[in-house]
Nanobody, 125 residues
Framework: QVHLVESGGGLVQVGGSLRLSCTAS????????AGWFRQAPGKEREFVAG????????WYGDSVQDRFIISRDNAKNTVYLHMNSLKPEDPAVYYC??????????????????WGQGTQVTVSS
């Protein structure tokens, strides 16, 4: 069983930055199998970021491309989401996700086995 705990959410002004962290416990956690989704009120869960096949690169949702960066620290069992140039459309609950078998990022939330409790990101104008 993998337990994911997100932190780092909060209130930030438009154009500001935040760094989210996702720390995992559990022997089957693989950092390259982790990623981030988000969900705004009244909207479906949206893929944000993950690692590509064979952990060769990263992949981002269209709405966050060139602004967000996913990174990881294997020694700490932690995955990060660096969010820059935050926009009014970025507020959501951000979820850390993990797949036991999927080694390539996937934009379908059903492909992930483990989800954190989520952390709220709010952007003020």
């Amino acid at each position: 069983q993998v337990h994911l705990v997100e932190s780092g959410g909060g209130l930030v002004q438009v154009g500001g930055s935040l760094r989210l962290s996702c720390t995992a416990s559990g022997r089957t956690f693989i950092t390259s199998h982790a990623g981030w989704f988000r969900q705004a009120p009244g909207k479906e869960r949206e893929f944000v970021a993950g690692f590509t096949c064979a952990d060769t690169s990263t992949w981002y949702g269209d709405s966050v491309q060139d602004r967000f960066i996913i990174s990881r620290d294997n020694a700490k069992n932690t995955v990060y989401l660096h969010m820059n140039s935050l926009k009014p459309e970025d507020p959501a609950v951000y979820y850390c996700v993990h797949s036991k078998t999927l080694s390539c990022a996937n934009n379908k939330p059903t492909r992930y086995d483990d989800w954190g409790q989520g952390t709220q990101v709010t952007v003020s104008s």
